[in-house]
Nanobody, 126 residues
Framework: QVQPVESGGGLVQAGGSLRLSCTASGRTLSTNTMGWFRQAPGKEREFVAGISPSGTTILYADSVKGRFTVSRDNAKNMVYLQMNSLKPEDTAVYFC???????????????????WGQGTQVTVSS
């Protein structure tokens, strides 16, 4: 199995920024489509961003487009989510997800991903 691990969550004021990181110890992620999802209390898990293995294809949820940037550094076996202009409604547990199928377009549903990190808490205060 592939076990991704997220880091970088924390508490920030509205308008601030955070960068989340995702990696997998002892595993190479360079051939995997990666996704970022989030889940707030009382809400279902929602797609945030996805990136193809080469980084060529990137997708964002409308709610974060223009504020969040997903990127990857395959040489470092890392995937990132840069979050700027954070809003209180961005408060959630953020998950990094791994897709195992060989393709290039990131799915926008949880069912499209096979392995999940434990999540990292992002809290945005007003």
């Amino acid at each position: 199995q592939v076990q991704p691990v997220e880091s970088g969550g924390g508490l920030v004021q509205a308008g601030g920024s955070l960068r989340l990181s995702c990696t997998a110890s002892g595993r190479t992620l360079s051939t995997n489509t990666m996704g970022w999802f989030r889940q707030a209390p009382g809400k279902e898990r929602e797609f945030v961003a996805g990136i193809s293995p080469s980084g060529t294809t990137i997708l964002y949820a409308d709610s974060v487009k223009g504020r969040f940037t997903v990127s990857r550094d395959n040489a470092k076996n890392m995937v990132y989510l840069q979050m700027n202009s954070l809003k209180p409604e961005d408060t959630a547990v953020y998950f990094c997800a791994v897709r195992l199928s060989i393709d290039s377009t990131p799915p926008q549903t949880s069912r499209g991903y096979h392995y999940w990190g434990q999540g990292t808490q992002v809290t945005v205060s007003s």
